[in-house]
């Protein structure tokens, strides 16, 4: 039996919200690279009068693996400008996902790279070009806006704040009305 540790959190691996209305509850889960969740039925949306994507229980019940539309189509939105853009490589990708296995975002290189911190002494240019020839990056959601340092969920003073619409991610203690 694995520890507490060892276990995978449903949180950390896809949203704990659906990316229609950003309330939970039942959810079907993107098996694709943006990790999204949605209410799957109009009766799982219904509390909160989420347009859900409309499948019936049977179609649930008969799926094996469900993949969203933008991960079929290999078309994602920019976290930072929400502006759609193509992610396939094969044919020029437009938009890039940040490296972190549990993230699933997507950015275009320009908005990710004004957004980076350059404390390693790359400009937002250089890291652009980089970024546009498909090098890894880390998006700001995984380093806390003020203090620059990263998650840690043992303490809860450093678990993340962080928006899902906004790339930007505080500790519980940077918050600006924190006190």
Known sequence: MASSDDEIDFED???????LCDDGGMLLCCEGRCLRAFHATREHGKETM????GFTQAELDAMQFFFCKNCEDRQHQCFACGKLGSSDRSSGAEVF???SVACGKFYHPHCVAQLIDQDNGVTAEELEKK????????CPIHKCCVCKQGENKKDPEMRFAASSRFPKSYHRKCLPWHS
Do not use: M, N
């Not at 970024?131 to 880390?138: C, D, G, L, M, N």
């Open 13 to 19: 691996e896809f949203d704990s919200v659906c990316a």
């Open 50 to 53: 989420c347009e859900s994507l």
């Open 97 to 99: 996902a940040c490296i």
């Open 131 to 138: 970024i546009s020839k498909a090098e890894p990056f880390t």
